[in-house]
């Protein structure tokens, strides 16, 4: 079934007046970009690519797909969406698979294999072989910039929605900071609910190791990305130092930045993005690969797409979203999610 159509969508979004923020960056929010293929048949699929931050990325990406990325896509047999996801990798080295590259071949992926699901009338779980029914799920809701009493009342709020565990963003000025950080929000939640803590790339690995002993100490489920992304050698020192698992991977790009890691053993829980991985085709990879390894995939951002890949995952460990708004889709249960029944990555 061949390729006929390859639409973009560019939605541009105000930036917030008080945007949130981790250690590393304000995020107001720039918009996303949304691609539609339709098959010769009039099947269709979606993919998109959202962004944090950088007001023209949006235009920026559009550009990059109309004019390098659709020509590989049209006239090409649906079936062979790993060969188009190859050709499409090919095709950016030239000036680096990795950044907006990188986010419009995952958005193309994501919308080829939603439109193969559909195509079939099957969810994409079932093209791969489903493991897992549910997933557990955390709420990532403490933000830096909230106050004390801000942070306890959503995570408290996280909770009464059916969280079984909350993340926090950590790496303020000092680790007395951030202990206190973590006090207010165990006060508020009480001790059955896990708390994850996520530095943003924000530390050296001297004041990583101290600060992943004191979390380790508090008890928290996991020390998230306190080294800059690409610091391979600070991770596997990291690692080596702490017994509380180390979580890196939304700042990677590609499976052989996560083969790397993998083999230095210098993470402990993998955190792939859709957008800098590359798409489903990349995070099936990723995420068998882990498994290989016998290290836990716990997935950065949520939705459909991640909740159909982990379904496929015997190491699936978390789905991340935020907190649960007026009619979402998604349905806790006993800190779960189910995952989607509908055609391609529809719910
Ligand atoms: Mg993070």
Redesign the pocket.
Known sequence: MKIKKLEITVTQQAPSATPIRDALQALPGAGSVKVMVETEDGVTGVGDAGFGRIAGAPQALAALIEHELKPLVLNQDLAYIRAIHQEMLRETEYHGAFGLAMFGIAAIDTALWDCLGKSLGVPCWQLWGRVNPRIRAYAMVGWLNYSDSEVQGICAKAVAQGFHAVKIKVGYPTLKQDIARVHVVRQAIGDAIEIMV?A?QSLTTAEAIRRGRAFEQLGCAWW??PLPADDIDGYAALAHALDIPVATG?NLYTPADFARFLQREAVDIIQPDLRRAGGPTALLQIGTMAHAFRRPYAS?GGGPVQLNIMACLPNALYLETGLLQPGSQLTLEDGYVQVPSGPGFSW
Do not use: A, C, K, Y
Request: proline share 0%; net charge negative; charged share 65%.
């Open positions: 996520d943003n998230e990305e939304e950065h």
